[in-house]
């Protein structure tokens, strides 16, 4: 298990086009501030009053990469059959990709928040005076971060099911941008009681969590309590499915 943990931290270190990736999502934010800096709007404030926006961007452009970085590139080339023929058992394989998701998506974005930062404080933004608002931009980076775990966890589940990527990401995505929630609020209307089940689904979690913080400046506990729910949950079907399921050619 240790073994392949490491073989996926050069895999992963060493993807060129995650790299491109990266460089290329981050060279777009510096032409986006030279955009502002042009109208004479690259001011602390303008920063603050995008974050959210920013924040809200990051489980589609970064969760999706990551998403198939680290599950969608095993169903390439045979590539399954030829990791677990190695003799690695199926629970460690799902372990080792779990972690690793929860790394990369850290990482990624930790440095995408110290490139906002960088911009930040070159824009004039002193930190002892917005202290308080980049505490809430940490806070709703770190909410959003969680829901991007906890739908990718979901996903995983339904990729490890059908063994296929394309229909995996349809639903991460699905997910990630509420069209699941929203369908399933439509049907509210017509069955009252979905309702009571969407009020405790990942993204209301995750309102809920990032609004408790803005009005009452307090974490949300049972939001955490929720997503790890949820990853627990979606880890334990990624088990039973994965476990005596036959590995697709």
């Known amino acids: 298990m240790f073994n392949y943990f490491k073989s996926e931290i050069w895999r992963l270190t060493h993807k060129r086009s995650s790299f491109i990736y990266y460089v290329f999502l981050i060279f777009i934010y510096i032409i986006s501030i030279l955009f502002l800096a042009i109208q004479d709007l690259y001011t602390p404030n303008t920063l603050l009053e995008s974050a959210q926006s920013i924040i809200s961007l990051l489980p589609v452009f970064v969760g999706t990469q990551v998403f198939l970085a680290v599950y969608g590139d095993d169903l390439k080339d045979r590539m399954l059959i030829k990791i677990i023929g190695t003799g690695l058992h199926r629970l460690a394989y799902l372990l080792v990709k779990t972690v690793m998701f929860i790394l990369y998506s850290a990482i990624v974005f930790l440095i995408l928040g110290a490139v906002y930062l960088i911009s930040f404080m070159i824009a004039g933004g002193h930190l002892a005076v917005y202290a308080q608002d980049i505490q809430s931009i940490a806070v709703m980076g770190i909410i959003t971060y969680l829901k991007t775990l906890a739908f990718s966890q979901i996903a995983a589940a339904f990729l490890f099911c059908f063994q296929k990527t394309v229909p995996a990401l349809v639903l991460f995505l699905t997910l990630i941008m509420g069209v699941v929630l929203f369908v399933f609020n439509i049907m509210a209307y017509v069955f009252p009681i979905i ?55």
């Open 195 to 249: 309702e009571k089940f969407t009020n405790y689904s990942v993204s209301t979690l995750s309102q809920n969590a990032q609004t408790m913080w803005i009005n009452f400046r307090q974490f949300d506990t049972s939001f955490i309590i929720g997503i790890t729910i949820y990853i627990v949950l979606a880890f334990a079907s990624q088990i039973m499915i994965f476990k005596n399921r036959d590995i697709k050619g």
